[in-house]
């Protein structure tokens, strides 16, 4: 049986050090939990996985993530060294980015290779302004208003999707 979890949780805690005793009290679960997560033999409820990828510092796709990305994402970080730098030095433009955004920022590149500081800043603000977007339109959504806002999504979408079919293209090849 294919156990992502546990490994990717035992690769963790050998990152950080831990034994299942840390962990247990860093995420304040059980022994017997974690025990079951390593091994395999327990199926975690959603808010374990939550309470464990907390507790631990990482986000919650780093416990789901394959392996071979893992190589990616250093191969990209060594690509783009600038970005790491700039991370350091304006921390407040990464503030609750996950592991995702870190992951397409890295793979970034800009015209001739490698981004520069002003390319990392610009990616970081508008990831940022997309973010704020996305919050405010779930917010929306959860209103008297989201029939209307979804009215106008689905309006625009359908624009931009006629735009990009062509001249030659039949209404039955649309989505």
Do not use: C
Request: cysteine-free; charged content about 30%; proline content about 4%.
């Amino acid at each position: 049986m294919d156990n992502l979890l546990g490994d990717n949780l035992r690769r963790i805690m050998s990152q950080l050090g831990l034994t299942i005793n840390e962990v247990a009290e860093r995420t304040k679960l059980d022994k017997r939990t974690i025990r079951g997560i390593l091994e395999g033999s327990k199926r975690p409820h959603p808010k374990t996985i939550g309470q464990l990828a907390e507790g631990l510092g990482v986000s919650v796709d780093e416990l789901y993530i394959d392996p071979t990305r893992l190589l990616y994402r250093r191969l990209d970080k060594q690509t783009n060294p600038v970005v790491e730098k700039v991370i350091q030095e304006h921390p407040e433009l990464f503030a609750d980015w996950t592991t995702a955004e870190f992951e397409e920022l890295y793979s970034r590149f800009g015209m001739g290779g490698a981004l520069t500081e002003e390319g990392v800043l610009e990616a970081a603000r508008k990831t940022n302004r997309r973010r704020i977007l996305q919050h405010k339109l779930a917010v929306l959504l959860e209103t008297s208003q989201a029939e209307l806002i979804e009215n106008i999504i689905n309006l625009f979408y359908e624009k931009l999707r006629a735009g990009s079919q062509g001249p030659n293209s039949h209404p039955e090849s649309r989505l």
